[in-house]
T-cell receptor, first 114, second 115 residues
Framework: NAGVTQTPKFRVLKTGQSMTLLCAQDMNHEYMYWYRQDPGMGLRLIHYSVGEGTTAKGEVPDGYNVSRLKKQNFLLGLESAAPSQTSVYFC?????????????FGEGSRLTVL | AQSVTQLGSHVSVSEGALVLLRCNYSSSVPPYLFWYVQYPNQGLQLLLKYTSAATLVKGINGFEAEFKKSETSFHLTKPSAHMSDAAEYFCAVSDSGGGADGLTFGKGTHLIIQP
């Protein structure tokens, strides 16, 4: 039972470098989300997708881009990393809208930007 | 726009004691409300949810929560704490009226269980 898988789990970047986080789900879910978790801030929505080929901005989208070329994958990109993007990133998916359904989370990707 | 406030970033209880984690919400439309739990180095998992059916909602691991519209609250309780309940707990709210997707999470409450 893979569920939601995030790669990589850990990454250290230098300011200005770029990287992509990959989220893969094997539950055939339509909806996928990227959140960031910071101490004392809870989880904040970065971007989300309501189906293959669609993306939408969440609460904190600046500095990030996303793509959903395949239904099972949701990619989060940082074009030019900044120290403020040091965080733990969580991907989640759900069969119906997160507003009413159960979100299934990956185990997180810990990113440090020096 | 909706929001949730979790009172207390850390709550400590003795094993076997009552667990009470507080959550108050703000929403301009009837809300849907959720409690998620996060164990160390893991993602979040759903404990329970309220979606306008019964106001007392029972979840996994013996937890329950009661929706009180008059108090705009959705507090999480468990009659008897177990060591395995030590985790971070998040209250979340969403718009039941079909607005923007995604949940709005509170800042979390770290539950500590004393032996």
């Amino acid at each position: 039972n893979a569920g939601v898988t995030q790669t990589p789990k850990f990454r250290v970047l230098k300011t200005g470098q770029s990287m992509t986080l990959l989220c893969a789900q094997d539950m055939n879910h339509e909806y996928m989300y990227w959140y960031r978790q910071d101490p004392g801030m809870g989880l904040r929505l970065i971007h989300y997708s309501v189906g293959e080929g669609t993306t939408a901005k969440g609460e904190v989208p600046d500095g990030y881009n996303v793509s959903r070329l395949k239904k099972q994958n949701f990619l989060l990109g940082l074009e030019s990393a900044a120290p403020s993007q040091t965080s733990v990133y969580f991907c989640a998916s759900t069969e119906i809208r997160a507003n009413t359904g159960e979100l299934f989370f990956g185990e997180g990707s810990r990113l440090t930007v020096l | 726009a909706q929001s949730v406030t979790q009172l207390g970033s850390h709550v400590s209880v003795s094993e076997g004691a009552l667990v009470l984690l507080r959550c108050n919400y703000s929403s301009s439309v009837p809300p849907y409300l959720f409690w998620y739990v996060q164990y160390p180095n893991q993602g979040l998992q759903l404990l329970l949810k309220y979606t306008s059916a019964a106001t007392l909602v029972k979840g996994i691991n013996g937890f329950e929560a009661e929706f009180k519209k008059s108090e705009t609250s959705f507090h999480l309780t468990k009659p008897s704490a177990h060591m395995s309940d030590a985790a971070e707990y998040f209250c979340a709210v969403s718009d039941s009226g079909g607005g923007a997707d995604g949940l709005t999470f509170g800042k979390g409450t770290h539950l500590i269980i004393q032996p």
